[in-house]
């Protein structure tokens, strides 16, 4: 079974006619279409793209059961969803085709793409592929602010913390064009939340290393 299937599977026992599932699929699907084009940016092997895709398509797994659980996608008020999501990749048999190296750099990532600190870890792959879902899963928030209905956005209160500098990947220039892409697209959003997205934005472009 691909993992796409097993993905899916997954996902299809929460309710997926609620929007705030509904988002979050959508969300996932963008994280990891951005980062097949970072991984395609830094020139990176078959196996190694394929560990990138894996870890954006688990990446959110645990938002699911922390909305099941605890109705709500704020970590403060609930369970760190990153923790939970490497839980559950732990209890399940989605990364059995990989080695275990291989699965310790997926969860790691997993673990570290909200966190304001990464980890520290004397291992430059899994450290390269924590900045990877950090930098892809960061230019989907901007995304779904500019372009997602407001209710929706707002009924599920995304929590946006700034990462610290050397939690981004110091490979941003597709993250870049892809942030002033969506920007420049939406012109007509509203004007609060243009102004959360440009001071968003700027902030993200100060701390490039």
Not at 117 to 134: C, G, S, T, W
Request: net charge neutral; glycine share 2%.
């Amino acid at each position: 079974m691909n993992e796409i299937t097993q993905w899916n599977q997954y996902v299809a026992r929460f309710d997926t006619n609620d929007p705030k599932i509904q988002l979050k699929i959508k969300h996932t699907m963008k994280v990891c279409t951005m980062m097949d084009m970072l991984s395609t940016s830094l020139e990176l092997d078959a196996q190694d793209r394929k560990i990138a895709h894996t870890i954006a398509l688990y990446h959110d797994i645990g938002r699911f059961e922390q909305l099941k659980q605890f109705g709500t996608f704020l970590d403060h008020k609930s369970v760190d969803h990153a923790d939970l999501g490497v839980s559950i990749m732990q209890e399940s048999q989605f990364l059995e085709e990989y080695s275990q190296g291989e699965k310790e750099q997926i969860l790691f990532a997993i673990a570290n793409h909200n966190k304001y600190h990464i980890e520290y870890v004397d291992d430059q792959k899994k450290l390269l592929f924590a900045k990877m879902i950090r930098d892809a899963d960061k230019c989907d928030i901007f995304r779904v602010f500019a372009c997602e209905d407001p209710q929706t956005v707002s009924s599920v209160t995304l929590e946006i913390r700034l990462p610290h500098p050397t939690g981004f990947s110091r490979w941003g220039k597709v993250a870049k064009k892809w942030i002033f892409m969506l920007c420049l697209r939406h012109r007509n959003m509203e004007i609060k939340k243009r102004a959360q997205i440009s001071f968003t934005v700027s902030h993200y472009f100060r701390m490039q290393i």
